[in-house]
């Protein structure tokens, strides 16, 4: 039976410990594609992304950097994509979490795969030579993804009140679902962690090596990609492609130009609303599966999130959630061995 399937890129922060030799055990099949994306590299003067998924141990000064992060998940998540079993699954849209956009681009036919790097290496690059800023991240809903009364007002509010303040910057940067990502300068993100009750001695968590994405911060950053990355690059998508605002880019319909614009301006310097993103492929699309490509799993829980916000097919909360999984799995994560095979056959 043919299964349909919107497939999400993940971002940066998808490559940690356990991911190492993520390429070497599922990819290494994929001989051409591992050899471009090392060319590539080689030109650049950069490690080769074979090299650094298969050093001796993990480290994150290393492989958290954005310059290697982005290709070594673009590797491991474009070579995902190409795993998924075409004759049991239709893939009927793409999407991504922020740079995971870039990803989807490439899955979507929209960026050749020689392109898709040029494009997630330069940025990468951009973004680790002028490192912006940070990130932080807040939940907003309880142990059982239930939403808690008033926490997203609150939590804006509080936004809009510290980057008042004089020599501050701070803004919402990514919608996660469960969560929220802040992006900001040192002022304003310690402001805010200061300010927010800790909870489950996780959060507020700041992420490491990441720059204000997502926030007028980075408008410098997305001249200099617009200036390293012409618009010949892009081309019509071969799948609908659904972006940082919900919005679809269908086949044929839309100005290459304009995804060209969008991608290295709203979708730098613009809020990212990966939970709407999601709502849209299960609204519009209707798929059996969405197919979260790895590495890691850590996005299969705001994808989840997303559902249970819009209650899709009755799924209230995490045990609802779970009785679904364990019965007739909406969520295929690739990075878990156990629900890969479900894409891979």
Known sequence: MTRTAVVICPGRGTYNQP???????HHADKTEFLAMLDRFRRKQGQAPITE????????ASIHTRGDNASPLIYGCAYGDFLSIDRESINIVAVTGNSMGWYIALACA?????????????TMGTLMQDNLIGGQLVYPVVDSEWHDIPGQRDRLRTLVETIALRESCALHISIDLGGMLVFAGDDVGLDALASALEPVDDRFPMRLKNHAAFHTPLLEANAQRGQAALPQTMFRQPRLPLIDGRGSIWYPGARDPAALWDY????QVTEPYDFALAVQVAMREFAPDYLIVTGPGNTLGGSVAQSLVAIEWQGLTGKAAFGSRQATDPVVVSMGMDEQRVLATG
Do not use: K, P, Q
């Open 19 to 25: 991911e190492l030799g993520y390429l070497a055990r």
């Open 52 to 59: 650094l998924d298969g050093a001796d141990r993990y480290s």
């Open 109 to 121: 036919g929209a960026l050749s795969e020689t392109d898709a790097m040029a494009v997630i290496n």
């Open 263 to 266: 991608t290295l301006g709203h």
